[in-house]
């Protein structure tokens, strides 16, 4: 058991170091297209629900900063969800 959990974690780790990492610009890149995918996509629900007129609130500003909360918070959970580094 203790073999196999070493080398299921160094299995885990070399995952782990494909991924793009946070400061880089592949991250700034990978982060600012998840929050411009969740703005368009609240935009196109909030014209769904208000029969093709545009809704009050939020604002665009109020829609992006929860979006980019939303982003940030679940990238931190799901790592392993970053995409792959380009070599």
């Not at 170091?17 to 969740?38: D, F, H, L, V």
């Not at 992006?64 to 918070?73: D, H, K, N, Y």
Request: proline share 6%; with cysteine.
């Amino acid at each position: 058991l203790g073999m196999f959990g070493t080398c299921s974690y160094f299995a885990a780790e070399r995952e782990q170091a494909t991924r793009i990492k946070p400061g880089t610009t592949e991250y700034e890149a990978y982060i600012s297209q998840m929050i411009a995918n969740c703005y368009h996509e609240s935009v196109i629900s909030d014209l769904k629900r208000s029969r093709e007129e545009l809704p009050v609130m939020p604002t665009r500003a109020e829609t992006m900063a929860l979006c980019r909360a939303v982003v940030i918070e679940t990238d931190g959970l799901y790592p392993e969800a970053r995409p792959k580094k380009q070599n």
